[in-house]
């Protein structure tokens, strides 16, 4: 659906509760018509669902992430924004860690269920 990109997370900061991620591109991309060398991703809730696939549960300075959009789930509530499912890798180390938005998933549980 999207842009692939990989690269190497060069430093985490903190906006209204989640992190940000700046990300030294592997290689060049366009950005709103710019040629941009790095770039920030903005923890969603699609990729943090797919950084726990992952069982990945925050990304650290030095990791190597690819990312890509496979689409987007719709909104359950009227208003909301819609969800964007994400297919990640990550190397930390020398181990590899896969995940997907997808993967993630599960149904949420409402009073009723509960109740039986």
């Known amino acids: 659906m999207g842009n692939a990109v990989s690269g190497t997370i060069k430093r985490i900061f903190p906006i209204e509760g989640r992190n940000n991620y700046v990300l030294d591109l592997d290689k060049p991309a366009q950005l709103n018509g710019e040629t941009v060398e790095q770039i920030t991703i903005g923890e969603s809730k699609g990729f943090v669902m797919a950084l726990q696939a992952a069982g990945v549960y925050g990304l650290k300075e030095g990791d190597w992430l690819a990312a890509v959009c496979t689409g987007e789930t719709p909104p359950k509530k009227e208003g909301h924004s819609p969800m964007l499912n994400f ?24 009073a009723a269920f509960w109740k039986g």
């Open 87 to 110: 297919s990640l890798q990550i190397k930390r180390g020398s181990s590899m860690r896969e995940g997907r938005t997808e993967d993630a998933t599960a149904p949420f549980v409402d």
